[in-house]
Nanobody, 124 residues
Framework: QLQASGGGVVQTGGSLKLSCTAS????????VGWFRQAPGQEREFVAT????????SYADSVKGRFAISRDHAKNQVYLQMYRLKLEDTAIYYC???????????????????WGQGTLVTVSS
């Protein structure tokens, strides 16, 4: 069971840090990804990190503004968001899939476990 948290309302240009926690199990052997879905739009890839945190990938729309990281000791994965824009407003979901090290996934269909999502609202 994954749980995303940390969403809220922030002004444009502001920052927010999301957390993804796996309860009841360790996801240290999983690739973890963040996705988002804005109202009326398809769910889209945001960022992903390999099981050891050494390989990361970002959507072009967030590259240079968002940073994904993980803390195995805390069993958490984070999405630090900087310089937020109005178009970043969405429900953010974390997802995971057990994998070998050194790989990541950018398609939602590749992931097996999903959290319930946390709402990020960027206001002007």
């Amino acid at each position: 069971q994954l749980q995303a948290s940390g969403g809220g309302v922030v002004q444009t240009g502001g920052s927010l840090k999301l957390s993804c926690t796996a309860s009841g199990r360790s996801f240290s052997t999983d690739v973890v990804g963040w996705f988002r879905q804005a109202p009326g739009q398809e769910r889209e890839f945001v960022a992903t990190v390999s099981r050891r945190g050494t390989v990361k990938s970002y959507a072009d729309s967030v590259k240079g503004r968002f940073a994904i990281s993980r803390d195995h000791a805390k069993n958490q994965v984070y999405l630090q968001m900087y310089r937020l824009k109005l178009e970043d407003t969405a429900i953010y979901y974390c997802a995971s899939k057990a994998s070998i090290d050194g790989v990541y996934f950018t398609r939602a269909s590749d992931y097996e476990s999903w959290g319930q999502g946390t709402l990020v609202t960027v206001s002007s």
